[in-house]
């Protein structure tokens, strides 16, 4: 292994048993005083992070990554603003569950713990750095980074912030650590740090994720992206229909919860496609439809099978016709990733079946999907949108950052 994971490694082992001893008031004591550090430091970060945003541009970065990127001086009290929400949420550590009185007398029940030390590995996303740290922090756990090469100048700068906060609480700062080394081996040995890592989060693209999964040796969670869908269905209310899908897609782009494929019935293609096109180019978006659709509105673009499965991240946008809801719901399960997907409809009936059938972490109905999201779900930042199925689902805020040990209460008893 690189001599500095290993000595990495090591450090979060020590961090971690610091973390165990730290009570609530000391947790978000810390915390509080990191947000501060960070809105002191604002101008610092952001010369750092007008670095990593100069050479994205000229590395040719997409618009909506630069985006993604970029921070402002209202990203950082954002950050800061999100760090205090998680100081201000119910610690989950020792809470106790389930306890009861077996008939030898002795008591067992369960007590909520953290997971440990988790390994973030994540694209260019720097507030990503503040979130994971307050949330694992608040959890009890040992947060190792390792952020992508785009953001490494924003990253340090926010570690270190972070860090001397840390120390000045009296805590050990090897609670967050940050992998600098841009190497993509380093990164595939980072993965394989199981003798210290108990869970790796990955958080970025489609082939970052598939990466992770394939090459770790470490538990992962499968944080998603996001083909994210609306159905409009026969019995919908189209003004509500355009208002949802526009602040779906285009309310801020470069995120998992965009919206990036509509499903629409066949019964209000006509009526319903020519006001929506209106309302999707007066915002830019590009629309790639299929053959029913290019009937109604011809100057669209054929979409592709490929586009079907396709996270834009941009001004792009893939409609499909269907001819019930039965056909709505096999297209949704087939093309999308497990993220977020919405239905418009004034029937009961059908809403009900949509959330019941449709396989995803969250299922709408008449409301954007952009409403995927930790501190909108009342949990503070989260950590990712866990798309898999064990052992969280959905925004991950503090209680999936934990686990849960039996504790047992004996006076002598011993096994017959």
């Keep these: 292994m690189n001599e500095i994971l290993e000595e990495m490694g090591k450090k979060a082992a020590i961090a971690k048993q610091d973390m165990i001893r730290l009570n609530t008031n000391q947790k978000n004591h ?3 005083q990191a947000a501060a550090a960070l809105m002191a430091a604002a101008s610092e970060i952001l010369e750092a992070n007008q670095t990593d945003v100069e050479n994205g541009r000229k590395n040719g970065m997409k618009k909506s990554l630069i985006d993604r990127l970029s921070l402002t001086e209202d990203r950082i009290r954002d950050m800061a603003d999100g760090i205090l929400n998680v100081a201000a949420l119910q610690d989950p550590i020792g809470e106790v569950l389930d306890m009861s009185k077996r008939p030898n007398g002795m008591i067992i029940g369960k007590r909520r713990v953290p997971l440990g030390v988790i390994g973030m590995i994540y694209e260019a996303r720097p ?3 503040s979130d994971a740290f307050a949330l694992c922090f608040k959890s ?5 980074l390792k952020g992508g090469s785009d953001a490494i100048y924003s990253n340090r700068a926010i570690v270190k ?3 001397k906060a840390l120390e000045a609480a009296k805590i050990n700062p090897d609670c ?3 992998i600098e080394s841009t190497d993509r081996n380093v990164t595939a040995e980072f993965m394989k740090m199981n003798e ?3 869970l790796l989060i990955p958080r970025g693209s489609a082939g970052l994720i598939k990466a992770t999964m394939e090459n770790s040796t470490i538990p992962v969670i499968e944080t998603g992206t996001g083909n994210c869908h609306v159905y409009v269905d026969k019995n919908a209310d189209f003004d509500m229909a355009v208002k949802i899908i526009v602040n779906a897609k285009t309310q801020r782009i470069s995120v998992c919860n ?8 066949k019964s209000i293609l006509s009526e319903f496609l020519p006001m929506l096109t209106a309302a999707l180019q007066e915002q830019g978006v590009e629309i790639r439809a299929d053959k029913e659709c290019m009937k109604i509105c011809p100057e669209l673009k054929e979409a592709s099978e490929e586009d079907f499965y396709t996270e834009y991240l941009d001004y792009i946008i893939s409609v499909k016709t269907v001819g019930s809801l039965d056909e709505a719901i096999e297209h949704i399960n087939k093309h999308n990733t497990k993220h977020s997907e919405t239905i418009v409809t004034k029937d009961y009936h059908n809403a009900n079946r949509f959330l019941d059938e449709v396989d995803a972490a969250c299922v709408y109905v008449n409301a954007s999907t952009r409403f995927t999201d930790g501190n909108e779900f009342g949990f503070g930042a989260e950590i990712g949108i866990s ?3 064990l052992h969280a689902r959905g925004p991950m805020g503090l209680r999936e950052l934990t686990t849960c040990k039996y504790v047992i209460y004996g006076d002598g008893q011993i096994r017959e």
Excluded: F, M, P, W
């Excluded at 009890?140 to 190792?144: A, S």
């Excluded at 919206?259 to 019935?265: A, F, N, Y």
């Design 176 to 178: 967050i650590q940050l």
């Design 258 to 265: 965009t919206c990036e494929s509509l499903v629409i019935h």
């Design 140 to 144: 009890g756990n040992v947060v190792i």
């Design 387 to 389: 798309t898999q199925k």
């Design 196 to 198: 210290y890592i108990d």
């Design 127 to 129: 507030n990503v750095t």
């Design 161 to 163: 912030v972070v860090r």
């Design 30 to 32: 810390a915390l509080r």
